[in-house]
Nanobody, 121 residues
Framework: VQLQASGGGLVQAGGSLKLSCAAS????????MGWFRQAPGKEREFVAV????????DYADSVKGRFSISRDNAKNTVYLQMNGLKPEDTAVYYC???????????????WGQGTQVTVSS
């Protein structure tokens, strides 16, 4: 099982980035796909989650209205569209596959390698 995150980079405050997470190695239709992030010196925190089958979503309060999670079943890929980026969004972003529709990282079984997002002021 492999989750490959990509799309990170350096962007100015107010800009946008779109992260991708390509899943392979098994069928993910019964999983919930999440994005988490970890800034230097801070704990990993929940960003967003989507039900692979059905598309229900949930977001951390800090990103609501700015970030959007989606999935492409045909491509086995989950996306995180990030608009209105702020310096405090700077972190390594991880995608993960979980067994519950939850913000709890402990319920996520598979993790990608992370992609760096840096927002300059």
């Amino acid at each position: 099982v492999q989750l490959q995150a990509s799309g990170g980079g350096l962007v100015q405050a107010g800009g946008s980035l779109k992260l991708s997470c390509a899943a392979s190695g098994r069928t993910f239709s019964s999983f919930f796909m999440g994005w988490f992030r970890q800034a230097p010196g801070k704990e990993r925190e929940f960003v967003a989650v989507i039900r692979w089958s059905g598309g229900s979503t949930d977001y951390a309060d800090s990103v609501k209205g700015r970030f959007s999670i989606s999935r492409d079943n045909a491509k086995n890929t989950v996306y995180l569209q990030m608009n209105g980026l702020k310096p405090e969004d700077t972190a390594v972003y991880y995608c993960a596959a979980g067994i519950r529709f939850t913000a709890n990282a402990r319920d996520y079984v598979y993790w990608g390698q992370g992609t760096q997002v840096t927002v300059s002021s």
